[in-house]
């Protein structure tokens, strides 16, 4: 117990029945919000549940359950884990890395189990040589209940905003405008990206999106969305739940923009649709529900593949 972590935050005290659940996080991209709505959730459900930030020094006493890295390089951060001392179930989260940024051997070698946001990252994994791996999906998620589904009103005769950042959606936005379409910008910042509801609230279309907070927020309350076709597509199913683009074309994104605010009928469809995916399939009490689920199948079942196909 000689090396040390990160800086203890106890959330919440044991509960009977409840599991002692490490959150280790790393550099998380943008998603440390989501990570930290997850453990919220799980502390609900009784659960104790300790962040562990790797940037201090402190000795780790505790036995735990679970501890689940999430960030950074998540291997090294369970082996380090392992080497403070820390015993329980290794759990390694890839969300909002692509798995070639990472040290994939490491993560697969120290996790009793590896979770990935959707199946874009598990054809990564299949395409690095890893087919193999025993892993599972788990998404990204958020209170849908908090969010009020508000669709924008693309008929107003004001100018439309659009919400986002970058040369393509500077470049787009100059192109609507010598078409005829008002339209004014709202620039993506990193406060917006930590807490967009305001900015939501205010934007008619949410263009490439720049982190998945942003994009499920955006479909919760209602604000369509044109999206990087490379990104993820199990979110944004184009034309059904928003529009996937070439997001190197400033014209592709143009002309997306474009259908969105001149068919109103078409970008409520489509918001809707983005709203209902959202309930079903990343309302965070359905996800935690689901992961402690996993947690318990990894205690008591010696079986990783076993343990992950039933996840």
Do not use: W
């Not at 709505?37 to 402190?58: C, K, P």
């Amino acid at each position: 117990m000689n090396e040390s972590i990160g800086m203890v935050k106890p959330l919440q005290a044991e509960r009977a029945g409840g599991l002692r659940i490490a959150a280790v996080l790393g550099d998380t991209r943008g998603v440390e919000s989501l990570v930290r709505t997850q453990f919220t959730g799980q502390i609900a459900q009784g659960h104790e549940v300790v962040v562990l930030d790797n940037a201090a020094s402190i000795p780790i006493a505790k036995p735990y359950d679970v501890i689940h890295c999430h960030g950074g390089d998540p291997g090294g951060l369970a082996a380090m884990a392992r080497r403070a001392g820390l015993a329980g179930r290794l759990v390694i989260s890839l969300y909002g890395i692509a798995p070639f940024e990472v040290d994939l051997r490491a993560c697969m070698d120290a996790a009793d189990a590896v979770l990935v946001s959707d199946a874009l990252a598990e054809r990564r994994l299949d395409e690095a040589g890893f087919e193999a791996t025993p892993r599972s999906v788990h998404r990204s998620g958020l209170r849908v209940a908090s969010h009020r589904f508000n669709p924008p009103c693309l008929a107003a005769p004001q100018p439309t905003r659009l919400l986002g950042s970058g040369p393509v959606f500077e470049a787009a936005a100059a192109l609507l405008c010598e078409r005829g379409c008002a339209v004014e910008l709202e620039r993506t910042t990193p406060r917006i990206v930590g807490d967009p509801a305001a900015s939501l609230d205010s934007s008619a279309v949410v263009v490439l999106p720049s982190s998945p907070a942003l994009m499920l927020q955006a479909m919760a309350r209602g604000c369509p969305i044109v999206a990087d076709q490379r990104e993820d597509r199990e979110l944004v199913v184009h034309g059904r739940t928003g529009l996937q683009v070439d997001a190197e074309s400033p014209g592709a994104v143009a002309d997306a923009v474009q259908t969105l605010i001149t068919d109103a009928d078409f970008a409520i469809t489509v918001s809707r649709a983005a709203r209902q995916l959202v309930e079903r399939h990343h309302d965070i009490g359905l996800l935690n529900t689901r992961l402690i689920a996993l947690y318990r199948r990894l205690l008591t079942t010696p079986n990783q593949q076993a343990t992950l196909a039933a996840a």
